[in-house]
């Protein structure tokens, strides 16, 4: 190899975009790991605003104050630190450690009716293009490679089978003793697919400078070592 003509760009912006329950947050983990990156996880930005909505009795099932969470947004510090025990970031609301909580089943049932509101949007894409100032950082979400980072050096949109990702879903949830119908799992996915992308403020879209992966029939490894070597491809310019 001719060295002279290659030059390696020191650090770049991995966008990757996708349906719920496509591995994304997996990928992103493992890519940031290997290089060295940040991973942020805007996907747990939009799950503080709902776990706060609902403290503060802005949102339930039966009500949603649009008003009140736009008028509160200023308040609501979300921010993020790392936890090197668990070699992963933890996400906390006003300095209060919330990570298990975004997770539950409550915020699932509220997260996609706040992430529709503009302002929330507008809020959080600020504080995501801040986290983006320096590079060296992979961020999964919806709005990533088309709104956030457009510019992004490199663009994943991931995909899989909806019965592929139901079934694994499911054999989660079945490994942690929730006996949840598979019915019942591919009907939540198959509704989370149609508010993300159906929703006006910031749908989720492929990019069109994105590369599609696939997972439905390949194993995390293969999936891995295809996102590395268009990042190693996308580090080295000739
Ligand atoms: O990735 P997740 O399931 O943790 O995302 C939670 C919710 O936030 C989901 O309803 C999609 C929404 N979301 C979004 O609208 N834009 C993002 N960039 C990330 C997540």
């Avoid at 996880?41 to 949603?64: C, E, P, Q, V, W």
């Avoid at 990533?144 to 089978?161: C, H």
Wanted: glycine share 4%.
């Amino acid at each position: 190899m001719d060295s002279s003509a290659t030059l390696t760009t020191s650090k770049i912006i991995v966008a990757i975009d996708g349906y719920s329950s496509c591995g994304k947050s997996t990928l992103a983990k493992q890519i940031a790991k290997e290089k060295g990156y940040i991973y942020v996880d805007t996907g747990a930005m939009y799950r503080a605003i709902a776990l706060y909505s609902i403290r503060n009795k802005i949102i339930s099932d039966a009500h949603f104050d649009e008003q009140k969470l736009i008028e509160s947004l200023p308040e609501i510090k979300v921010s993020f630190s790392y936890n090197p025990t668990l070699n992963a970031s933890e996400t906390y609301l006003d300095g209060e450690n919330i990570e298990k909580e975004i997770r539950g089943i409550a915020v699932s049932n509220q997260v996609s009716k706040v992430a529709q509101i503009k302002e929330v949007r507008a809020k959080l894409v600020e504080v995501q293009r801040e986290l983006g100032k320096a590079k060296g950082l992979v961020m999964d979400g919806r709005d990533i490679g088309s709104v956030v980072f457009p510019n992004a050096e490199l663009k994943i949109f991931m995909t899989a089978d909806h019965n592929v990702r139901a079934q694994r879903r499911f054999d989660e949830l079945q490994a942690k003793g929730d006996n949840i119908p598979f019915e019942d799992v591919l009907e939540n996915i198959t509704k989370r697919d149609n508010d993300d992308t159906s929703r006006s403020e910031n749908p989720l879209i492929q990019a069109e400078d994105a590369i599609v992966i696939d997972n439905s029939e390949i194993t995390q490894d293969e999936q891995l070592k295809i996102a590395l070597d268009y990042v190693n491809e996308k580090l080295t310019v000739a």
